[in-house]
């Protein structure tokens, strides 16, 4: 839930949703509505590539540099295989990278639905810009220079930035790419399967989608700007924690091998 990464269910659980809208469209509010209406974890690849175990890291980042060229019959095997793997005993998948491979996911998942979530552009371009600030800070890769996973970052970015290349014909995303993204949704899912959804509206019309009842609980609103600016900060405290920890590891060692050289070498 929210911005944890999540454990797969048993597998074989039944994959039914590719949550396909763009980042900041209320990926993380339909993330808690469909494992609340689907009764099971859903895959928010954001987090799992760059936050979840390191075997899901490892795989989003091959898938990553993998789906621009599968041209090969043996590669797009390769690829299904790698997407399968990763989202085994998952109910649905959400966010980027996954949102942007669709058409790879559907392929894997011929009976899964797509539900794309949306938003106003100008609105849309403003939180993702505030989301953009937050993680180019000049500071924030220096901070976090000895954190295992945040040592992945840059290589996502690699990989990410060759999905978009690849996909959208710009290297990060930007004002437009919101636009790009949901027209090649249009081109690429059959309109059966597509299902435009805004947050906003609540359980009726997304139960109306899965043909399920309408719960009797509250509608989740996850707030994606909060909870981003919790994760930096987060990053930032064990960052500034583990810089603490190597200094004065190298300041011991200094001081020990101070004491044996005066002992040694002092006359």
Not at 104 to 119: C, F, G, H, L, S
Not at 143 to 170: C, D, P, T
């Amino acid at each position: 839930m929210g911005q944890q990464p999540s454990l797969p269910g048993p597998p074989g659980t039944k994959f039914r949703v590719i949550g396909a809208g763009m980042s900041r469209t209320g990926t993380k509010t339909l993330n808690e509505a469909l494992t609340i209406l689907l009764k099971g974890p859903v895959h928010d690849s954001g987090i799992q590539s760059l936050g979840g175990p390191m075997d899901q890291i490892d795989t989003w980042l091959q898938i990553m540099a993998l789906a621009p060229k599968a041209k090969s019959f043996s590669d797009q095997k390769k690829l299904d295989w790698l997407l399968s793997s990763v989202l085994d005993g998952y109910v649905a998948t959400m966010d980027c990278p996954a949102a942007t491979l669709t058409p790879e996911i559907m392929r894997v998942y011929p009976d899964a639905i797509v539900i794309a979530t949306t938003r106003d552009e100008l609105s849309w371009w403003r939180s993702m810009s505030y989301m953009n600030s937050m993680m180019s800070t000049w500071y924030l890769p220096l901070v976090v220079l000895f954190l295992r996973k945040s040592q992945m970052y840059g290589l996502w970015m690699v990989k990410f930035s060759g999905i978009m290349k690849w996909r959208y014909n710009s290297e990060k995303i930007e004002e437009d790419t919101l636009r790009k993204h949901e027209q090649h949704l249009r081109d690429a899912v059959p309109p059966e399967k597509l299902f435009w959804y805004n947050v906003s509206e609540g359980w009726e019309p997304l139960c109306r989608i899965l043909n399920v009842p309408v719960p009797d609980v509250p509608f989740p609103h996850n707030n994606d700007k909060i909870n981003a600016s919790k994760v930096v900060r987060d990053h930032v405290i064990a960052g500034i924690i583990s810089w603490i920890f190597v200094l004065s590891t190298f300041a011991i060692a200094i001081w020990f091998l101070r004491i044996w050289y005066q002992r040694f070498f002092s006359w």
